[in-house]
């Protein structure tokens, strides 16, 4: 069994959310994409945070 | 030559005495007046209660940066407030207690000219049997709120570990201690936090860890759920949180007042009205907030308590408290400036204001209970409120009564979410999150109450990332190190 599908097995809460599946789970730990999205991030948060002020 | 007196020295008071003591220079006195010796960057108890990172990294001494800035540092516990003097002195004054500086027990009247109440919350572990007595957490649960009880709950969870690996079957409970709690955020950053770490040491097979919340759903949050842009879809929040859960194997129960807490086991009610026990081998469960019990006297040393404070001990200020129902709720409804309504010298800022209403949907038991979330005013909302409120006060004192009121509405604020589990720079991976506006303007965004371009929500390594970066930033600001004043709130 894949391991994203272990866990629907367990109860109906688990049913019947969303598991992320392998590539996705790769792409939280790319460095070169997380790079990318932290540069992302801090932009929106830095827009955020100027029109909190 | 004026003096404004901040009662607190946490996030919000330290950015207002901080501020305050800068704009104004040595013309002017500011006071901090706060029981505790030193700062502590709560966020970072997380790791504390997970031990990854010592009560040292996380917390410093207040009284060095203070005398740095010019601030006087009074180790005290504020008692009351005489917002019109008292007979034969038309001065207002707060009537201190100190807790430090070889001077613990004894009473002190500090007069003001403007004072600005930021004591943050009384952790009100008593309103739960069980979970302790008044403010001081009972041996039933742990707590991640302070530095030292993070501490404690480290020492706690390693005996929970050690147990689990010896192959002995150990249950978790994390979550909030009554139907009224807020920061559930915190919470949810050390169950996973836990999960981390279980997975790491090995013994993650032996455990069940399980949530217990008093929100309606996963993802409430106290801002009753937000609709956040999450890999091009706009979804909501529960959809988000519920399938961290179920990644992550960690079961949940909604929708709970923890009406009773024993050794090893909990009590609660759920919304439709059903009880329940949960058996726990460790249990960490947030306490509801409550103002710290500040009086108010006026000048013929009559209680005026309840013209001052709201009845659940926080500080009224220029927010809309007509009881409405949820329906006619507004974005307009909260504060913008932070002032008393009845003396104008006196602001509050942080936890220590009294929010208009909850921002959840409200919800009561079958019998009666409510069982909601309370409002989030940590963190960058406390910040930015501190700053503005330490504004408003710089140019009242310079410029006179008639001076302009800076504004720093939660509807009109954001605020930064960055749930981390694991330490290490590569190994970790936070669920980063931001809201905006923190209180739902369904006038200005009649969809989802918030600005979906600002609202988004992720998980991986780049969140990890920015929650390295926020504590080390924040502590640096906050001992006022070289451009300090350049960091954002």
Not at chain 2, 26 to 42: D, F, L, Q, R, S
Not at chain 2, 65 to 92: H, L, M, R
Not at chain 2, 117 to 139: C, D, H, R, V, Y
Not at chain 2, 241 to 261: D, N, P, Q, W
């Amino acid at each position: 069994m894949k391991q994203e599908e272990v866990n629907f097995a367990l109860n109906d809460q688990f049913n019947q959310s969303m598991i992320p599946g392998r590539f996705a789970r790769a792409m939280r730990t790319c460095k070169i994409w997380q790079f990318i999205r932290f540069m992302i991030l801090n932009i929106k948060m830095i827009i955020v945070v100027r029109k909190s002020h | 030559m004026a003096r404004l007196v901040v009662l607190g020295g946490g996030v919000a008071g330290h950015t207002t005495a901080t501020f305050a003591a800068k704009w104004l220079g040595k013309e002017h006195e500011v006071v901090v007046v706060t029981p505790n010796a030193k700062w502590n960057w709560i966020p970072s108890n997380i790791w504390v209660g997970v031990g990854e990172m010592s009560k040292e990294e996380v917390t410093f001494d207040l009284a060095p940066v203070y005398e740095k800035a010019g601030i006087t540092f009074k180790q005290a516990k504020a008692v009351s407030i005489n917002p019109e003097g008292k007979e034969g002195a038309d001065k207002p004054f707060v009537t201190i207690e100190y807790t430090g500086q070889g001077k613990a027990g004894e009473s002190e009247e500090v007069t003001y000219d403007y004072i600005v109440n930021a004591t943050g919350p009384k952790l009100n572990f008593g309103a739960t049997p069980g979970l302790g007595e008044g403010s001081q957490i009972g041996e039933n649960t742990v707590s991640v709120c302070t530095a030292d009880h993070a501490v404690h709950a480290n020492q706690e969870l390693r005996k929970i570990f050690e147990k689990a690996a010896k192959g002995e079957k150990q249950k978790i409970l994390v979550g909030t201690g009554h139907g009224m709690c807020t920061c559930q955020g915190a919470a949810f950053e050390y169950i996973f936090n836990i999960e981390h770490e279980a997975r790491k040491a090995g013994v993650r097979d032996n455990l069940e860890i399980k949530w217990i919340s008093n929100e309606s759903f996963l993802g409430d949050f106290g801002m009753g759920g937000l609709h956040m842009k999450v890999g091009g879809y706009v979804v909501s929040s529960r959809i988000f949180t519920e399938s961290l859960f179920a990644e992550r194997g960690v079961e949940y129960i909604t929708g709970a007042h923890v009406s009773k807490v024993e050794k090893g086991k909990v009590d609660y009610e759920l919304l439709d009205g059903s009880t329940g026990e949960e058996p726990f081998d460790f249990a960490m469960l947030i306490p509801p907030f409550a103002g710290v019990g500040l009086k108010a006297y006026n000048k013929a040393g009559e209680d005026i308590t309840d013209t001052v404070f709201a009845p659940n001990g926080f500080m009224k200020v220029d927010a809309d408290y007509t009881p409405k129902p949820y329906e006619e709720w507004k974005a307009s409804d909260w504060p913008r400036k932070y002032q008393n309504p009845t003396y104008s010298n006196m602001f509050a800022a942080g936890i220590a204001f009294a929010p208009p209403h909850i921002i959840s949907k409200p919800m009561k038991s079958a019998n009666g209970t409510p069982i909601n979330p309370t409002p989030p005013r940590t963190g960058m909302p406390s910040g930015i409120i501190g700053k503005a409120v330490a504004h408003s006060v710089c140019d009242l004192i310079q410029n006179g009564a008639n001076a302009h009121l800076h504004e720093a509405s939660m509807a009109e604020m954001g605020a930064a979410c960055v749930a981390s589990a694991g330490k290490g720079w590569m190994d970790g991976q936070a669920a980063a999150m931001t809201v905006y506006p923190v209180v739902p303007d369904y006038e200005k965004y009649p969809g989802t109450g918030r600005d979906t371009d600002y609202t988004f929500g992720e998980i991986g390594l780049a969140g990890h990332w920015i929650k390295h970066i926020l504590h080390y930033l924040f502590i640096y600001k906050a001992k006022l190190k070289p451009g300090w004043t350049l960091i954002p709130e």
